[in-house]
């Protein structure tokens, strides 16, 4: 975990990015994290499907920048898709896939509250 932020406002760059917690397929970049507070962005390529995960006791909030994000989660069958401007919601524990279904690379802003690990990458969800 990284240390505390300096107060009151601190802003990050691309070049201060770090490599945020891996699932397969995902390219995820850390900004900060704080006891109760990851922030960072996840680049999905072309094709790509990651890895099944939850993010532990964290709320997740994504803002879609570019692209599509594919989203598969437990209790809901077939998919949702999120496009560019759009904001997704995932609640903490919800065992879940994301994906890119076009030709160009995706990237989402991610926002998540709660602590713990901020990933869980786990085998998948029976049937799929």
């Known amino acids: 975990m990284s240390a505390e ?5 601190r802003v990050f760059t691309p070049a201060d990015l770090s490599p945020g917690d891996p699932t ?6 850390r900004a900060f994290e704080l006891p109760l507070l990851w922030a960072g962005q996840v680049e999905t390529e072309p ?8 993010h532990e ?11 599509v994000l594919r989203l598969e989660f437990e209790g809901h069958d077939g998919y949702l ?3 560019p401007g759009d904001f997704v919601h ?14 160009a ?6 926002a998540r509250v709660g602590g713990g690990i901020p ?5 998948g969800l029976a049937g799929r």
């Open 105 to 110: 690379t995706s990237l989402a802003v991610i």
């Open 5 to 9: 932020l300096p107060r009151p406002v």
């Open 57 to 67: 006791r964290n709320d997740s909030s994504l803002y879609v920048v570019r692209g």
């Open 47 to 54: 094709g790509v499907v990651s890895g099944w995960h939850h």
């Open 119 to 123: 990933t869980v990458n786990v085998e």
């Open 24 to 29: 397969p397929g995902m390219n995820r970049s």
């Open 81 to 83: 898709d999120a496009g």
């Open 90 to 103: 995932v609640p903490a524990w919800t065992v879940h896939r994301e994906s890119n279904p076009t030709r």
